[in-house]
């Protein structure tokens, strides 16, 4: 059973960029979750994806949008980037809206 | 609004003692709780969950507490081991449409050998 990969591991940006990360879900999953931990926080929901449309989204811009493909994979795209997007990006996988999480080991994003 | 909240963000116990992290809560809609861990450099790792029905759920050396009236969750981890110093991230959510866990900001535990 594969579990959920993130890539790339680390990115550095400068402002106003535009960045794509992406996420491989476990296998069976169909339910794709994207988070925003920054330093000293817990994870914060920025959106969930199931079977290739967004089902729910917190408290985030438009700036930050997402795509889920057929295989249940999935992007998160942050545009216009600025300091504060600077997080760990933790993306996770479940076999349906409500069932528990399988996190992969995030994107650690820089933005200079 | 911090609505789960781990007022303690680190915690040492020697080891073989018990480890008890609190968690508190403010949205009277979450129904589902859940314990994360989490090392460095890696993603969250389920630990253990309760349902609101339930006032304790337990899983080999690890026992999740639920006091409703009080919005008041624990763990309790014993005999606590070295390999258990970790993050260890409360987290709730509301059963139903979709699912936005919210978490807290996480407790450090260090376990003393």
């Known amino acids: 059973e594969t579990g959920v990969t993130q890539s790339p591991t680390h990115l550095i940006k400068t402002r106003g960029q535009q960045v794509t990360l992406r996420c491989s879900s476990q296998?069976?999953?169909?339910?794709v979750s994207w988070y925003q931990q920054a330093l000293g926080q817990g994870p914060q929901f920025i959106f969930q994806?199931?079977?290739?449309?967004?089902?729910g989204r917190g408290n985030f811009p438009p700036r930050f949008s997402g795509l889920q493909f057929p295989n249940y994979s999935s992007e998160l795209n942050v545009n216009a980037l600025e300091l504060d997007d600077s997080a760990l990006y933790l993306c996770?996988?479940?076999?349906?809206?409500?069932?528990?999480?399988?996190f992969g080991s995030g994107t650690q994003l820089s933005v200079l | 609004d911090q609505q789960v909240k781990q007022n303690s963000p680190s915690l040492s116990v020697q080891e073989g003692r018990i480890s008890i992290l609190n968690c508190d809560y403010t949205?009277?809609?979450?129904?589902?709780f859940l314990w994360y861990k989490k090392y460095p450099a890696e993603g969250p790792t389920f630990l253990i969950s309760?349902?609101?029905?339930?006032d304790k759920n337990e899983d080999g050396r690890f026992t999740v507490f639920l006091n409703k009236s009080a919005k008041h969750l624990s763990l309790h981890i014993v005999p606590s081991q070295p390999g258990d110093s970790a993050v260890y991230f409360c987290?709730?959510?509301?059963?139903?449409?979709?699912?936005?866990?919210?978490f807290g900001t996480g407790t450090k535990l260090q376990v003393i050998p």
């Open positions: 987290a709730a959510s509301v059963s139903g449409g979709y699912q936005k866990v919210t």
């Open positions: 949205n009277s809609m979450f129904d589902y």
């Open positions: 296998s069976g999953h169909n339910t």
């Open positions: 994806y199931y079977r290739e449309e967004e089902n």
């Open positions: 309760i349902s609101s029905i339930k």
């Open positions: 996770a996988s479940s076999g349906g809206t409500n069932e528990k999480l399988f």
